[in-house]
């Protein structure tokens, strides 16, 4: 009986092991407005989000993200999120970043890099357009009117060109 017993956690060991060796690694670039929405353009010198999202590492080292000399990018962090979902459980560790644009036109970010386990393993990469002046974009949870109006001293009789804007649930642009 004792044999057998050994025999069982021998076997659930190899078991355990070749679940976890068959667990694939992958990285996800992405870009974000500092809101968090997906990035349309970016702005000379504004900041923007870029993240790198590891799936299936237990840990990693550093994250390189090559920038072709167009950004400049400041770690802002890691976080590691773990979901379980009958009995499978999924790692992620997402790494954050701030960058800024150095210059307008359309750049290439990435692809990001991590050596895991002496194995190199390569994000996809992003196509960043920066403009001089960026059409600011928001999130909004309740519809919003908005009167727009000239500044200035107006007076009785005049002409006053005015702009009525309405603003809905999603991404409204400003």
């Known amino acids: 009986m004792k044999k057998i017993g050994n025999l069982f956690f021998i076997t659930l060991a190899f078991f355990m092991s070749s679940l976890r060796c068959e667990e694939s690694i992958e990285l996800q670039l992405r870009v974000k407005s500092p809101q968090g929405l997906p990035l349309q353009e970016a702005g ?3 900041p923007f989000i870029v993240s790198v999202t590891v799936t299936g590492a237990t840990s990693t080292q550093k994250v390189f993200v090559d920038t072709h000399n167009a950004f400049e990018l400041r770690t802002m962090g890691a976080t590691t999120q ?7 459980s999924t790692r992620e560790i997402t790494h954050q970043y701030s960058a800024r644009a150095k210059e307008a036109g359309t750049f290439t970010l990435g692809p990001a890099t991590v050596t895991i386990n002496g194995t190199l393993y390569t994000s996809n ?14 999130a909004l949870r309740e519809p919003k009117l908005e009167l727009i109006v000239p500044e200035g001293m107006i007076v009785v009789g005049q002409t006053v060109p005015i702009a009525l804007r309405f603003y809905h649930l999603g991404v409204a642009q400003l």
């Open 44 to 46: 000379i010198g504004k």
């Open 125 to 138: 990469s992003v196509s960043v357009t920066v403009v001089e002046n960026p059409v600011e974009r928001i």
């Open 82 to 88: 773990i979901n379980s979902s009958h009995g499978v």
